[in-house]
């Protein structure tokens, strides 16, 4: 995801790196100008122990963006990983419904605050629900229209279809919303300082603590529904055996267009934190970040719920690591390597089921 | 966005109507939610940096019209085309006439391809659409061997298209190499990179496949547009030299082809060559793929394809097969990038998405997996009709994934039709895209 403020902060933080090692150890350039002026410590041993932290807080700074990263790209993941368990595709549109999502998070916020509404939470229950109910209408259009048809077909015409379909979206904002970057000022302020050690300072800001609360909300429900009711048993039943499930008086057809009403739910949220986050959407974003959700489901072994979960954070902390220690410009291909490497090692995901090659 | 599709056939007409028309009203809701937002407001960064939004209901009001009469349209089309699987028995006399037609279509379509510079010697258009289709048959060719004969599904084959293109680009421009050596060299260069890629999805079945080789597809991408000091980042590289006539450059000079030959020079002279350059390179593809058929190798491929278990059992060294249909693949893929640098003139990352890998892909899925004759006539669909729609640029990509979801729904097993097997036991199955699973075939 390029040009969004956390990269380019990054980018800066990394710069100073390259230009002065020791001083700039994870902080800003003009705290290493203001070094010489801060109360000495006796002796050296202090000195380096302050580095240390500085370290260490830098590090706890990077772990906490990356935290926030990996929620929304797990988030999406869930999304693939359920489609393909349960109907066995790659539902290549889904990092474009996530897009979808964030427009129309941005449109309805839009629209509340040119009504007069400032009460911020009301405002963004409304939008989240909002962009959730049209988001996951767009998932069961999508599957009716473009893989409902194709369900018996063979494997790969599925697969293209959904390429199609990601076209399609990707085009229809294109044309409808316009192909410029759409920025929001910042919707939620201010933050708590966690640590301040040797002039670097961890910060924590509201909204990384929405996004991580409202992500452990929904992963619990979501675990819920899938374990305890009549729905997640089908969907379970269905992952198992189809044939087996329709015969036992499961509606499969129902059950798959509620995987993937659920599905787009989720990545409308992970589009309204996206928003929130980095105050951005366009219409390409769904691509990037799509690939590297799949790249999450699959890192964490696809078809697993939590190995998605496990997934995106793995993915968002590698990125974030790799922009702040390495290089920004790197960072994708960063993700795309690990995974190429952990799949060498591991070629069904960290959590994944091995299949059993049947003759 | 025709909403609810299937549901239960109503006997009498009046019922009928009742249905037809409740499922569009349906349809039409749907459309008027979907769209709510996305059409009816319009949002926009105004002067001041501030997003500002206007409402546009006319647009909004014709779209949910469109779909609710579309909708309706399409459900009586349905009605009058009876269920999809009633079997339509095509009368003797005309099925023998389409067998020989079938049979005729590659030498005439070849006949015609090598006329067209002579017939329309004076429309650069059309000599320049009949190059890029050219170049998307040959790419359509390459990719055919690693999905349509090994079974593997590659969805970053535009990485070697890239890797070709490159290479010759560099090697041109900074030490001043020829075409004609850097084009084996380009080919080299992609195979070896193919090889690369090979390596880690040895092991790797199925989705992963696909991710893994999407993944490496975008990494080149990425590694291009970074490493600006060699490649020339986002700006690409240009000043890429034109092919000549084995060291003849075809330019209006005195050592120029046109001098030596005593005709007037036309800047056509140099697009008639590109498009016999293109038209020998594709061919050449298509002749190795037909004879490797017939060597062990690539009866290999295709027993992979068929069943890697049974391959292990046999002694087939999986290994080396797989490696060796991803470097020939990705070689025929370097020339073609070689190729397009070469014509282009000008090189960069754009030229190298995703979406060229995925209209390669449709092109050979839409060829009937394997058929060579499908896939030049896919490629020929594909990129006239995208050629169509030149005028509507900003809906280019729509048409495109509109078209691929249709093409799916109603010819999953592409346009053309199947090929049997180079050679088979008893009995001759049918190949389609089924056996592209995974690499496991």
Redesign the interface.
């Not at chain 1, 904002?173 to 316009?178: A, F, K």
């Not at chain 1, 410029?180 to 000022?185: D, G, I, L, N, T």
């Given at each position: 995801m390029a040009g969004t403020r956390l990269t380019k902060m990054t980018a800066v933080q990394a710069a100073c790196e390259a230009l002065d090692p020791v001083a700039a150890a994870g902080s800003h350039c003009y705290k290493s100008l203001a070094a010489p002026f801060l109360p000495q410590g006796p002796g050296v041993s202090v000195v380096r122990q302050r580095q240390r932290m500085d370290y260490i807080a830098y590090f706890a700074q990077q772990l906490i963006n990356g935290l926030v990263l990996g929620s929304i790209y797990g988030l999406i993941a869930i999304g693939y990983t359920m489609v393909?368990g349960i109907v066995g595709m790659?539902n290549f549109a889904h990092g474009d419904i996530f897009m979808?999502g964030g427009?129309?998070a941005?449109?309805?916020f839009?629209?509340l605050v040119?009504i007069g509404l400032t009460a911020i939470p009301v405002i963004l229950l409304i939008v989240l629900l909002v962009s959730m109910a049209?988001t996951a209408?767009?998932g069961w259009?999508i599957e009716?229209?473009?893989y409902?048809?194709?369900r018996h077909?063979?494997?790969?015409?599925?697969?293209?279809?959904a390429?199609?379909?990601?076209?399609?979206?990707?085009?229809?904002?294109?044309?409808?919303?316009?192909a410029?970057?759409?920025?929001?000022?910042p919707i939620i302020t201010g933050g708590y300082t966690l640590l301040e050690r040797g002039g670097f300072v961890v910060r924590l800001s509201n909204v990384q603590i929405i996004v991580v609360i409202t992500t452990i909300i929904l992963l619990a429900l979501f675990t819920w529904l899938v374990a305890r009711t009549r729905l997640g048993r089908d969907m379970r039943a269905c992952e198992q055996d189809q044939t087996m499930a329709a015969l036992l008086g499961v509606d499969v057809d129902r059950t798959i267009s509620m995987t993937f009403v659920i599905g787009a739910a989720l990545a409308a949220v992970a589009g309204m934190m996206y928003l929130l986050y980095y105050g951005l959407v366009d219409f390409f974003m769904g691509?990037v970040a799509g690939?590297k959700a799949?790249?999450a489901a699959?890192l964490g072994g696809?078809g697993s719920l939590p190995g998605a979960m496990l997934g995106g954070l793995l993915i968002g902390l590698i990125e974030t690591l790799w922009s702040a220690y390495f290089s920004v410009?790197?960072k994708?291909?960063a993700a795309?390597?690990i995974?190429?490497?952990v799949?060498?090692f591991l070629?069904?995901?960290l959590l994944g089921r091995p299949?059993v090659?049947k003759? | 966005m025709t909403g609810p599709a299937s549901g239960p056939v109503p006997n009498s007409r009046a019922a009928g109507a009742a249905f037809i028309f409740k499922k569009s009203l349906i349809s039409a809701l749907v459309a008027l939610v979907l769209f709510s937002l996305m059409i009816g407001i319009r949002t926009e960064a105004g002067s001041t940096g501030q997003l500002i939004y206007w409402t546009r209901l006319p647009e909004l009001a014709t779209m949910v019209l469109t779909v609710f009469f579309g909708s309706i349209v399409i459900e009586l089309l349905r009605q009058w085309w009876g269920p999809v699987t009633t079997i339509r028995i095509v009368p003797k006399p005309i099925a023998r006439g389409l067998a020989v037609a079938r049979r005729g279509v590659a030498p005439v379509l070849l006949i015609f391809t090598f006329l067209v510079p002579v017939i329309f010697y004076n429309q650069r258009y059309i000599l320049d659409l009949g190059i890029l289709v050219l170049t998307y048959v040959m790419l359509g060719w390459g990719l055919n061997v690693v999905v349509g004969l090994a079974g593997l599904l590659d969805l970053g084959y535009v990485a070697f298209y890239a890797v070709g293109a490159y290479s010759y680009a560099l090697l041109a421009t900074n030490f001043g190499l020829s075409f004609w050596i850097c084009l084996p060299l380009a080919g080299i260069l992609a195979a070896l990179w193919g090889v690369m890629l090979g390596f880690p999805v040895l092991r790797l079945r199925g989705d992963y496949l696909a991710i893994v080789t999407l993944a490496f597809g975008e990494i080149i991408r990425l590694v291009i547009i970074n490493w600006q000091s060699l490649t020339g980042g986002p700006n690409g590289v240009s000043g890429i030299p034109r092919p000549s006539l084995f060291g003849i450059p075809l330019t209006p000079g005195d050592d120029g082809l046109a001098a030596r030959l005593g005709i007037e020079f036309s800047p056509t002279h140099r697009i008639v060559f590109l498009f016999y350059l293109i038209l020998a390179l594709a061919l050449l593809t298509n002749w190795v793929t037909i004879r490797l058929r017939r060597l062990p190798i690539g009866r290999a491929w295709e027993a992979l394809r068929e069943d890697e278990v049974a391959c292990r059992a046999l002694g087939i060294n999986t290994t080396t097969t797989k490696l060796t249909a991803f470097a020939t693949g990705a070689m025929f893929g370097g020339f073609a990038g070689a190729f397009f640098a070469t014509r282009q003139g000008f090189i960069s990352p754009e030229s190298f998405t995703f979406q060229e890998s995925a209209l390669v892909l449709a092109i050979v899925v839409l060829g009937g997996m394997g058929s060579q004759l499908g896939v030049a006539l896919a490629a020929l669909a594909m990129i006239g009709g995208f050629e169509l729609f030149r005028g509507f640029d900003q809906y280019r990509m729509l048409v495109f994934g509109i078209a691929m979801v249709l093409l799916m729904i109603w010819r999953p097993r592409g346009l053309i039709g199947h090929r049997a097997p180079t050679i088979f036991l008893r009995h001759s199955q049918a190949i389609s895209s089924d056996l592209v699973k995974e690499g496991a075939g």
């Open positions: 393909y790659i979808i427009f129309i941005l449109i309805s839009l629209i040119s049209i209408l767009y259009t009716r229209i473009a409902r048809p194709l077909s063979f494997r790969l015409a599925p697969m293209l279809s390429i199609g379909m990601s076209f399609v979206l990707i085009n229809f904002s294109q044309v409808s919303q316009g410029r970057v759409k920025p929001v000022p691509f690939i799949f790249t699959v696809i410009e790197y994708d291909v795309f390597s995974l190429i490497i799949l060498i070629p069904t995901g299949e090659e003759v | -």
